[in-house]
């Protein structure tokens, strides 16, 4: 259990908030083990036939807390001890459909999660962002396969290597959301959808979901791939560089890294 992850489990639909809204909800390691914990049992509770992550209003999430970035940074060696590294893996094995409903930024994690959700909603706030290279590390979650499978190689790549941060219109227009709302809406549109599929036969559902899923045959090759290498430069100087000028809010100089 988490205090930052609110759950709510009504009919069927299985809702994880992030609630950590002083630190734009930020992801900390107790955080990804709730999430975690949360999404194993319900994969194996016939009572939850959906599952819904949503934010605030006015944030997703800001992905994962730099402090604890740097303080405990993820070890590929540890695998599944590593929480968020599980939390990645509960959400590619999860076999019911999840939802998103994306409000405000959606930044590392938070945009990279939504490549194994099912359903995406977003406010007209949306703002997504892999700032993976900017942060001295790489991308994860399997993003370096899903995403440009998704939106092709070259826009794939823009995403990843620039790490810019894009909006909802350019995200429903790539395929990464399904549908804008205001705001205000998003949550109780993502709950009406998930209402409707807690509705239809769970076996079907998971079945259509297995068919799809089943053309990504090394997603779990590449995710630990990717684990490997963020693993080595996240304790790389190229990553220690942009932690320290997040720091103290400075411009990062990478000319030696
Ligand atoms: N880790 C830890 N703390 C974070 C955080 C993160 N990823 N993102 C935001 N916060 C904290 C800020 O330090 C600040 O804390 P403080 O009030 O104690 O100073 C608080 O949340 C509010 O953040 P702020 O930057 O003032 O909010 P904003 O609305 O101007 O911007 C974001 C929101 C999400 C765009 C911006 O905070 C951001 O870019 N955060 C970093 C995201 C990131 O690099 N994540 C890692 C991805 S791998």
Same mark, same amino acid.
């Given at each position: 259990?988490?205090e930052?992850?609110?759950q709510?489990?009504?009919n069927?639909?299985?809702?994880?908030?992030?609630?950590?809204?002083d630190k734009?909800?930020?992801?900390?390691?107790?955080m990804?083990?709730?999430?975690s914990?949360?999404?194993?049992?319900?994969?194996?509770?016939?009572?939850?036939?959906?599952a819904?992550?949503?934010?605030? +209003?006015? *944030? !997703?999430t800001?992905?994962n807390? $730099?402090?604890? /970035?740097?303080?405990?940074?993820?070890?590929a060696?540890? %695998?599944?001890d +590593?929480? *968020? !590294?599980?939390f990645?893996?509960? $959400?590619?094995? /999860?076999?019911?459909?999840m939802?998103?409903?994306?409000? %405000?930024?959606? +930044?590392? *994690?938070?945009?990279?999660m939504?490549?194994?959700?099912?359903?995406?909603?977003?406010?007209?706030?949306?703002?997504?962002?892999m700032?993976?290279?900017n942060?001295?590390?790489c991308?994860?979650?399997?993003?370096?396969?899903?995403l440009?499978?998704?939106v092709?190689?070259?826009?794939?790549?823009e995403?990843l290597?620039l790490?810019?941060?894009f909006?909802?219109?350019e995200?429903l227009?790539m395929?990464?959301v399904?549908r804008?709302l205001?705001?205000?809406?998003?949550n109780?549109?993502?709950?009406?959808q998930?209402?409707?599929?807690?509705?239809?036969?769970?076996?079907?559902l998971?079945i259509?979901?297995?068919?799809?899923k089943?053309?990504?045959?090394?997603?779990s090759?590449?995710?630990?791939?990717?684990?490997?290498?963020?693993s080595?430069?996240?304790r790389?100087?190229?990553?220690k560089?942009?932690?320290?000028?997040?720091?103290?809010?400075r411009?990062?100089?990478f000319?030696?890294?």
């Amino acid at each position: 259990m988490s205090e930052h992850i609110l759950q709510n489990r009504e009919n069927g639909v299985l809702t994880l908030t992030f609630n950590r809204v002083d630190k734009k909800n930020a992801l900390l390691g107790e955080m990804y083990t709730a999430l975690s914990d949360a999404l194993e049992q319900a994969a194996q509770d016939d009572a939850i036939r959906v599952a819904v992550f949503q934010g605030s +209003v006015e *944030v !997703f999430t800001a992905g994962n807390d $730099l402090i604890d /970035f740097l303080q405990n940074p993820p070890d590929a060696d540890k %695998g599944r001890d +590593v929480p *968020v !590294f599980r939390f990645l893996e509960a $959400l590619r094995v /999860f076999p019911k459909p999840m939802i998103a409903a994306v409000c %405000g930024p959606a +930044v590392g *994690v938070g945009t990279t999660m939504l490549l194994h959700c099912d359903l995406i909603y977003a406010g007209d706030n949306a703002a997504f962002s892999m700032p993976f290279v900017n942060l001295g590390v790489c991308p994860e979650a399997g993003s370096s396969l899903l995403l440009q499978n998704l939106v092709g190689y070259h826009r794939a790549a823009e995403k990843l290597m620039l790490g810019e941060a894009f909006y909802a219109e350019e995200a429903l227009d790539m395929g990464l959301v399904n549908r804008i709302l205001p705001p205000h809406e998003v949550n109780g549109y993502a709950q009406a959808q998930a209402a409707k599929l807690a509705a239809k036969p769970a076996s079907s559902l998971r079945i259509t979901k297995a068919l799809m899923k089943q053309h990504q045959p090394t997603l779990s090759a590449v995710m630990l791939e990717e684990g490997r290498y963020f693993s080595e430069l996240i304790r790389g100087p190229a990553a220690k560089e942009a932690m320290s000028a997040i720091m103290e809010k400075r411009r990062p100089d990478f000319s030696k890294c």
